[in-house]
Structures are given as C-alpha cells and as structure tokens.
C-alpha cells in the first residue's frame, strides 16, 4: 500500500517551526541560565528540565486541560485572539515547544559556561554591553553547541507521539503527524505501510544526527 506523504510533510513542517522558534527563545534563556547568578535560577532550571522526566502524556494531559475551551485560559484565548490550541496545529508547535525546550536550553547554556569567565569581562572592560557581548564574542564561539541545540529539538521533534496524540488528536491534514499515522497503520494491521514511515524517519534521524557529529568534529578540530 503507497503511502500518503502528508504526515511526513506536516512533521517536517511542526519540527521547523519549533525549532526556529525554540532558537529565538533558547538563546535568551540559556545565556540567562548560562550566566545570570539569581538565587531562584535552580527553580527555573527545574522546570525547563521537566520534560526530560515526565511522561508525554502527563504533559499533554495538564496542556490539554489548560488550552480546553471550557478552561479560563482556553476560553480567553478563543475570545481575544479567536485561537484555540487544542486539536489544532497551533496547539501542537505551542505543546512542542514546552516539550522540546531543554533539548535547545541545555546544549547552548553548557556551551556557553564553558567558555572562559575572561573574555566577557573583557569585552565588558571594552564598553560592549551584555548583549553585544552575547551576539558578537560568546555566540560566534558557541557554533557547537547552537548547532546541537538545532539539531535535538528537530530530531525530538518529529519523534514526539504521545504528547501530540494527546494535545492534538488524529485530524488529517492538521494535527496527524508521522508517528500518528505509524500508530494508525499499526492498528489496522497495515505493517508495510508503518514500516515505511518508519523507516523514512529512522533514516531522516540518522542522517541529521550524522551531520551533526561530522560538522561538530569538523569545528573543533
């Protein structure tokens, strides 16, 4: 049986999606984590590592419970911006993006503690602000590590299935994705067609990580 190639284009498309926006909002947060010195910081840290440890469905259960109509934020953003998050694609890149965050924080916020404390302090002693510092000295030397961060949350990405099931359904077109239509194929006992998506995203995953492996060795070489 052929299979039907929109799963495959709507994952690639959820996975990029998140992963620029995961980029926009990693960067910020893991030069924070990175270098800021709050006292509260191991609390944030926390709870940008939850979902290394929780269950996708446990995620998806409480995103499903507070993106739902019927809840005050669901309802306020029905109302106000006419969105609504659950059993739709919007809801999967928003639960995405909660669920893959450590996979870009992490990487980039390692990267950027390695580097020695003496060359911010001097650009600092140069006039350059945080920021500057950040874009123009800490960044540039931190190729690795973005490149890391890009690749895991793609990868982690496309290979969600209990949080998206749960956030986002089986909707055609809209929320299923390919480890969704692997599951459906499963099901009806369709084993050569889940066998070829599976195959398709075993082999996208490799070659990803692949070239992550290589460009990284090439860097630090």
């Known amino acids: 049986m052929p299979i039907d190639w929109e799963p495959i284009w709507l994952t690639l498309q959820l996975a990029s999606v998140t992963t620029v926006l995961l980029l926009l909002i990693g960067i910020p947060l893991a030069s924070w984590l990175a270098l800021s010195r709050f006292r509260l910081k191991p609390i944030v840290e926390a709870l940008v590592s939850l979902p290394l440890v929780l269950p996708p469905s446990v995620v998806g259960f409480y995103l499903l419970l507070a993106f739902s109509p019927t809840s005050r934020l669901g309802a306020w953003l029905l109302q106000t911006f006419d969105l609504q998050l659950v059993f739709s ?108 998506y599976a195959a398709l995203l075993l082999a996208l995953s490799f070659v990803i990580l692949l070239l992550v492996y290589s460009i990284n060795k090439r860097v630090t070489v």
């Open 89 to 196: 694609f919007e809801g999967l890149v928003v639960a995405s993006l909660l669920y893959s965050l450590p996979f870009m924080v992490h990487p980039i916020q390692a990267g950027l503690e390695n580097l020695p404390v003496s060359w911010r302090e001097a650009a600092y002693t140069l006039g350059q602000s945080p920021v500057r510092t950040l874009w123009r000295v800490l960044l540039p030397n931190c190729k690795p590590a973005l490149l890391t961060g890009i690749v895991l949350s793609f990868a982690h990405t496309i290979g969600e299935f209990g949080l998206v099931l749960m956030i986002g359904g089986n909707l055609p077109g809209q929320t299923r994705v390919a480890s969704i239509a692997i599951y459906d194929e499963v099901e009806l006992l369709h084993f050569d067609t889940a066998h070829a």
